[in-house]
């Protein structure tokens, strides 16, 4: 008898698409049928290291952002699917901002400040749409973009970003930061923890705080148990 071929687990692969096509995946799109039926404005999941949180987002963000491409059909034999055209009409609805902040795990916050503001502007360059004059606000667009903006500038930026896809797209954009506290827990450790956290709270009040911009927001974090 011809023995069937057993799929790999998607240990360590945070990408939806891949994960949901060459690997065994554990459907979790419930959850998106889950988050629209609750509509909390702004969630956080907390999870240990390893628990697909990642995966998670990028599911996510893959359900819900507009793009060129019809993604419909990675969740077209999908639990989220049968759910019936109501939890459809949000597929590839909306703008999405994401950013993850695993890998900023720095020694000082010079480094740690350089690293957050290189991931912000290349996530305004992915959204190159913006980058016309028909955008009102083009310069800070290109501050952003080019180098030229300060701390504050990139304190800013998440506000001002759902703020521009809004007015492009005529819909409020999604945000979704992966492991938000990992440059909080090396500011704990390496010394620098009053810097990052005064910046992290700017930086997400003007993204999610009373935001007229934001459809929803989406934070993971890692729940460190005390001992």
């Known amino acids: 008898a ?5 799929l790999p687990l998607p240990i360590g692969i945070s990408d ?3 994960a949901s096509a060459e690997y065994y995946y554990i459907d ?13 404005m702004v969630s956080l999941f907390t999870r240990p290291r390893r628990f697909g949180k990642t995966l998670n987002m990028d599911m996510l963000r893959t359900y819900f952002e507009k793009t060129g491409e019809d993604t419909s059909r990675y969740f077209a034999n999908r639990k989220i699917w049968a759910c019936g055209e109501t939890y459809r009409a949000h597929q590839g609805k909306y703008p999405v901002i994401f950013l993850s902040f695993k890998d900023v795990k720095c020694r000082t916050w010079a480094e740690t400040y350089d690293l957050i503001a290189m991931l912000i502007s290349m996530e305004y360059k992915r959204h190159s749409e913006l980058a016309t004059a028909k955008n009102p606000d083009l310069d800070f667009y290109q501050k952003i973009t080019q180098g030229k903006a300060d701390s504050n500038d990139f304190m800013l930026s998440l ?13 409020e ?13 090396q500011g704990h450790s390496c010394g620098f923890y009053d810097d990052v956290v005064l910046f992290i709270r700017n930086l997400f009040s003007g993204a ?11 934070l993971t974090g890692i729940l460190r148990v005390a001992k």
């Open 208 to 218: 999610f705080k009373d935001n007229k911009h934001l459809k929803y927001g989406f």
């Open 28 to 40: 979790k799109t419930l959850m998106i049928r889950d988050f629209l039926d609750e509509v909390p």
């Open 2 to 6: 011809r023995k069937t071929q057993l």
């Open 159 to 171: 506000m001002m970003l759902s703020k521009m896809l809004h007015d492009h797209h005529g819909i």
């Open 16 to 18: 939806y698409r891949k």
């Open 173 to 185: 954009p999604m945000v979704i930061i992966d492991e938000y506290d990992t440059p909080i827990q």
